[in-house]
């Protein structure tokens, strides 16, 4: 069975220097993927499993500096920043914000290369850290500290319903049925009212879907709920 190969995003809007970078990484063993749009590369660093992205900083859609500050809130991927910008104040802002490494454009491939694995090696991403987290799109479920977040924004939920999101969450792209909701959220003895899932799923979209303007709660006609990328 080959070896499982290191993904790598390549975030640059400058075709020719992504197609290098892709192709240089790709001589190299990794399996590289270009973005050139700074939202479109959010969007896929929080959803996609990449090992490590080298992120440039002037990008339209978002620049790199604003990609790394709402990635850090959700996830430890390594990120190495690229830039033309050789000024202290830049690098220093790079990595106060949590990006792993910083170099400078023109560098020569094999300093790149280093740093990237090097960056890699001091990946510290445990099963115990991943375990506690549960994820969809740009949401986050801290388990052990029982708080969710949205971009790294903190949602106020009640207790009836950070345990039906959790729920949902971990049975994520699997349609649930009301009964089974009900079963498994309110409990076996639950005597209440029959339509309460709908309520609180209502309630859970008002905070989560009407607020950040995301679908993350889809509905099954006939059948019941499910989350989904």
């Known amino acids: 069975m080959d070896e499982q190969k290191t993904r790598v995003l390549v975030v640059e809007d400058e075709v020719r220097i992504a197609r290098f970078l892709q192709m240089e990484l790709e001589h190299e063993g990794f399996e590289a993927e270009t973005e050139g749009n700074g939202t479109r590369a959010y969007e896929r660093i929080i959803q996609e499993n990449f090992d490590i992205v080298l992120l440039d900083v002037m990008l339209p859609g978002m620049d790199g500096i604003e990609i790394c500050r709402r990635v850090r809130t959700v996830s430890n991927?390594?990120?190495?920043?690229?830039?033309?910008?050789?000024?202290?104040?830049?690098?220093?802002?790079?990595?106060?914000?949590?990006?792993?490494?910083?170099?400078?454009?023109?560098?020569?491939?094999?300093?790149?290369?280093?740093?990237l694995r090097n960056a890699l090696r001091r990946r510290d991403i445990s099963t115990e850290d991943a375990s506690d987290r549960l994820t969809v799109k740009n949401l986050i479920m801290f388990l052990s500290r029982y708080e969710v977040q949205v971009d790294g924004e903190t949602v106020a939920l009640t207790k009836r319903e950070y345990d039906l999101l959790e729920y949902l969450l971990r049975n994520k792209r699997t349609v649930l049925t009301r009964d089974q909701i009900l079963q498994e959220v309110w409990g076996f003895d639950y005597t209440g009212e029959t339509n309460v899932v709908d309520v609180y799923i209502r309630y859970l979209r008002a905070k989560l879907d009407d607020r950040f303007h995301k679908k993350y709660i889809y509905t099954v006609r006939g059948v019941g709920y499910v989350v989904r990328d």
């Open 77 to 115: 991927v390594p990120i190495i920043m690229l830039t033309a910008r050789d000024a202290v104040e830049d690098r220093v802002e790079g990595l106060d914000i949590g990006a792993d490494d910083y170099i400078t454009k023109p560098f020569a491939v094999p300093e790149l290369l280093a740093r």
